[in-house]
């Protein structure tokens, strides 16, 4: 396969009303430590494409990271964008358990409050793991003063997965607003095609078919890393890493521009806006 970047001038996108995906980026880092930050060099081009799209994103930030990036977050803050916490670690809701999931909230909440003077609306748990083993999750993050959540795949899946939670927004018992994953296959076999990894490494007509009938207008958004837009990084390997695990990091990197391009269009909101219209509907399902 050729690893030249994918861009509308190779393949022009079909443009179709609604077609764009919300833009989500989860903030979050994979070097070993003191390694060179690399944030302003792997996120500088994805901001220049949704400058010129005139796009707000909405960046679901690690808490412990904000220290070493508040310049660069406090200028997306400035730039329209919007700031939602994405754990104080990096960690599945299920290891921390209830009392670690609070703390970790409130610590998340007072730095973002402190360094970027934003009160977080919007939660997406680490790994997207809120899953029918964390019961409690959406309860304290209703304490913790969230509006909505990002944080279920509703499928099977190897890291962590809700098959059988609904595929479009809905109320948790609390009142909580989830706003899940977008999937793609057969029922509880499918996965987020559209993000991350999957995103990269899928062949092009597999995100074609898989993002075909999907749009902004009903809350179907796309994700990545800031590492997922880094083509310069040299290859390294985490001490818990397997040689293809590591692979798969840095693979494709060179599509993964060109790929979030067509799935943008002039004018989406950020997550956090597509919540709050419907904050008021009652036509939402209740789950969990």
Partial sequence: MSDQPETYRRRPARRRSGVGLIIT?????????????????AIGPLLDMLDGR?????????????ARWDRQLRELV????????HGFT??????????GFADELRMGVDTLGERLGVSPAGFRAPYCSLTE??????????EAGFSYSSSVIPALNPIAGYPGAPTQPFR????????????????????PMLGGAYLR?????????????????????????????????PFFRRPDQSWIEARLLFARRKKMLGRFQRLITTGTPTLGEFANGLHSSNQLPVFG
């Fill in 201 to 233: 490494l899928m062949p092009g007509f597999v995100i074609r078919m898989a993002s075909q009938n999907l749009s902004a207008d009903r809350g179907d958004w796309t994700y990545a890393h800031p590492y997922d837009f880094d083509t310069t990084e």
């Fill in 54 to 66: 005139q796009v707000r994103a909405t960046f679901f930030v690690v808490g412990e990271l904000v």
């Fill in 172 to 191: 948790w018992q609390c009142g909580l607003l989830e706003l899940p994953s977008p999937v793609f296959g057969i029922r509880r076999l499918s996965l």
């Fill in 90 to 99: 990096h960690r599945h809701l299920q290891v921390l358990g209830p009392g």
């Fill in 25 to 41: 980026i989860d903030v979050e880092d994979h070097t070993i430590p003191p390694a060179e930050p690399r944030f302003d060099r």
């Fill in 78 to 85: 400035a730039a329209g964008h919007e700031v939602g916490l």
């Fill in 133 to 142: 083993d964390t019961p409690w999750a959406p309860d304290l993050l209703v």
